[in-house]
């Protein structure tokens, strides 16, 4: 696509992504899966759609919809797939999402990893999510490493701390120091604690595969019905990256304090690969959205200064990067980006999606209005304990607030994993009823 | 010098202070009165996130910064420091949730306040709430949580508490990612704080109303 404008690539994606390469159960089926995506293309695009695409905050709901744990989910993959099944047919969504996000046990525990906990592993067998465990993995001492050679330091140094199997890794040289002719080159993989590790590696392979022919073959048939898919991969903020699962999140603001200079390097390095990652993931996907969970650049984390400094540079640099290539990242703001608004304002028009969490809406809408289109954000608290006459009436008044002139999406706030299915039907049914041009 | 030293902590210059620091055990000050100016050092860090001038890197640099203090100063300690207390106060994640952000800046807000802390971390099952409570009287309890499975384990302990019949003598207040004034009417807690300095005014209203 070597000559195409920003706006001309998206065009291109955004036609792919009406026309998949998919044979679809019905021609009323395919009608619909084009009103879909041409709702949401709308929206995109600041025109006004049909009515107001609706995304359900649905996460890991199936399963308990369906009344299966996340333990035996994680470890039955038909169970997982019924659930799944059971769920995208009960819901008539504008949108489609796999059963993708339910990891294979199995493969976690072949490679022994301890970046999460998940039911049964670290976590009592009836928690209905999975956690990530914060720690420094990445020690403060470490950047040069990482700046020098992120594969290598993700070899020899990252992988070996998280995943247990391949503790043996620190032990193997660098690709790098491979040749001329091959003489010592392969000694290291004939040591049998590394012969162990990468028989880890082939069975957590072989395992991932079984899992992967379970959940794409769901992904499938909601296609062929008609549902969407709209989230194409995923990609994080740079700070967010580091902040998560290297530094972690007390050892990143230290390091904002004692070493700003390193951490800004190792964020414009990062930001590159997670680019490289993330359009590689929306041309496997044909899906030309990114999600982008943005986490530690929230209102109350940090100031408007820092946020300035150390947040947004990198982050806009990924999604400028995105942009350039047609792919329109959808940014959720978790927690609340009130004092943010000006600052993310300054991006090509019609180019993005920002959904926010708990973001004041009409604010969003009156800055972020002519820019962007936005979603959000049912409160998750309301979607969990309220009624569905109080979720319905929520979503009228967020319609209300948000809708005019197209440019809006209803969404929840973060997503829901258990509660009354007659709440999330509530907002559909609010979008069908409320949300008409 | 004190009050360089208490602007230099509160300013968080990081080698000056510690620079400081040695100078002052050097000249043969009382350990405990440089502990003292930590602690107003840190009040005055305790205002300026109050007052939005200050943010969590500040808090974090702030307890990395005492903590070398601490580690310095305590050789010379003769003995252990004692200062008076508002209150006490138990917190921790409730079941299922293993998040501790939030959590940890609560504990430290509250003890820069005045407050005698006890934090029982995460994935804390409502008995061992039950229990702190219990050995400790402590008249307020905070329970914090990240994810939506924290509703439930919220609603849990506070009828746990019921249950055994300490409910009515403490207050409870709740906060945390997705908590709101939704979740503290389901969960029947008495306040919901927005962040960490919510906990310090209900901590100190209820202390005051005791």
Redo the contacts between chains.
């Keep these: 696509m070597g000559e195409l404008t920003p706006a001309e690539k998206r065009e291109e994606r955004f036609k792919r992504w009406l026309s998949p390469d998919v044979k679809f159960s019905s021609p009323q089926a395919e009608k619909a899966y084009k009103e879909r995506v041409t709702r949401f293309i709308k929206v995109i695009q600041l025109k006004e759609p049909d009515r107001v695409p609706c995304l359900l905050p649905a996460g890991l709901f199936p399963l308990y919809y369906s009344g299966i744990t996340l333990q035996t989910a994680m470890y039955d993959y038909d169970k997982l797939c019924q659930a799944w099944r059971k769920f995208l047919r009960d819901f008539e969504m504008d949108t489609s999402f796999g059963p993708g996000m339910v990891p294979p046990g199995r493969v976690l525990e072949a490679i022994g990893y301890k970046l999460y906990?998940w039911p049964g592993h670290?976590?009592?067998s009836d928690?209905?999510?999975y956690?990530c465990?914060?720690a420094e993995y990445m020690k403060a001492d470490e950047y040069d490493a990482l700046i020098k050679d992120p594969s290598n330091f993700w070899l020899r140094i990252y992988m070996p701390r998280v995943f247990g199997a391949f503790e043996p890794f620190r032990n193997l040289p660098p690709f790098t120091t491979i040749e001329e002719i091959v003489i010592m080159s392969f000694l290291p993989y004939g040591m049998p604690d590394v012969q162990a590790a990468f028989q880890a590696l082939l069975e957590a392979g072989r395992e991932s595969m079984k899992w992967m022919a379970a959940v794409a073959e769901v992904s499938r048939e909601a296609l062929e019905a008609g549902f969407p898919p709209i989230m194409g991969g995923f990609a994080k903020a740079p700070f967010d990256t580091l902040g998560d699962t290297l530094r972690g999140?007390?050892a990143i603001?230290?390091d904002?304090?004692?070493q700003p200079d390193k951490l800004h390097e190792a964020m414009s390095r990062i930001a590159a690969l997670t680019l490289d990652s993330a359009v590689a993931t929306a041309n496997a996907s044909n899906v030309p959205l990114i999600m982008m969970p943005l986490h530690k650049g929230a209102d109350?984390?940090?100031?408007i200064k820092?946020f300035e400094t150390f947040y947004w540079p990198t982050l806009k640099k990924v999604v400028m990067g995105l942009i350039d290539e047609g792919i329109v990242p959808v940014l959720f703001a978790?927690?609340i980006y009130n004092s943010r608004l000006e600052i993310i304002k300054e991006l090509p028009r019609a180019a993005v999606v920002w959904y926010f969490d708990q973001t004041d809406m009409a604010r969003a809408k009156k800055v972020l209005g002519d820019i962007a289109c936005i979603a959000g954000n049912v409160?998750?608290?309301?979607l969990?304990?309220?009624t569905p006459q109080e979720v319905k009436e929520h979503c009228r008044r967020l319609i209300e607030v948000c809708g005019k002139g197209g440019g809006y999406i209803l969404a929840g706030?973060?997503s829901?994993?258990?509660g009354n299915p007659d709440n999330l039907r509530a907002m559909m049914e609010a979008a069908k009823e409320y949300g008409v041009y | 010098m004190p009050k360089d030293f208490v602007k230099t902590l509160a300013d968080?210059k990081?080698e000056e202070v510690i620079k400081l620091t040695k100078e002052r055990l050097e000249a043969g000050e009382d350990a405990k009165v440089i502990l003292e100016d930590s602690r107003k050092a840190m009040e005055i860090v305790g205002n300026r996130f109050a007052d939005g001038e200050?943010?969590?890197?500040e808090l974090?640099?702030s307890g990395?910064l005492l903590k070398q203090i601490t580690e310095l100063v305590k050789p010379h300690l003769k003995q252990s420091a004692e200062t008076k207390r508002l209150g006490k106060v138990v917190i921790g994640t409730v079941?299922?949730?293993?998040?501790d952000?939030g959590l940890n800046i609560v504990d430290f807000m509250l003890s820069v306040n005045g407050f005698e802390v006890y934090n029982l971390g995460v994935?804390v099952p409502a008995e061992k709430f039950v229990e702190k409570i219990k050995v400790t009287k402590a008249p307020i309890l905070g329970l914090s949580g990240f994810?939506?499975?924290a509703?439930d384990s919220m609603k849990e302990t506070v009828e746990a508490l019921e249950a055994a019949g300490v409910r009515a003598k403490i207050k409870i207040m709740i906060g945390g990612?997705?908590?709101?004034d939704?979740?503290r009417?389901?969960a029947k807690a008495d306040a919901y704080g927005k962040?960490a300095m919510a906990a310090v005014s209900l901590a100190k209203k209820w202390i005051a109303a005791k």
């Design positions: 906990k670290g976590l009592s928690v209905t999510t956690q465990v914060e999140t007390q603001m230290m904002m304090y004692r109350g984390f940090m100031s820092q978790e927690g409160p998750t608290s309301l969990m304990t309220g706030g973060a829901i994993d258990e | 968080l990081e200050y943010f969590l890197p974090v640099y990395e079941a299922g949730d293993i998040h952000i994935d994810l939506t499975l509703f990612g997705q908590i709101d939704e979740v009417k389901y962040d």
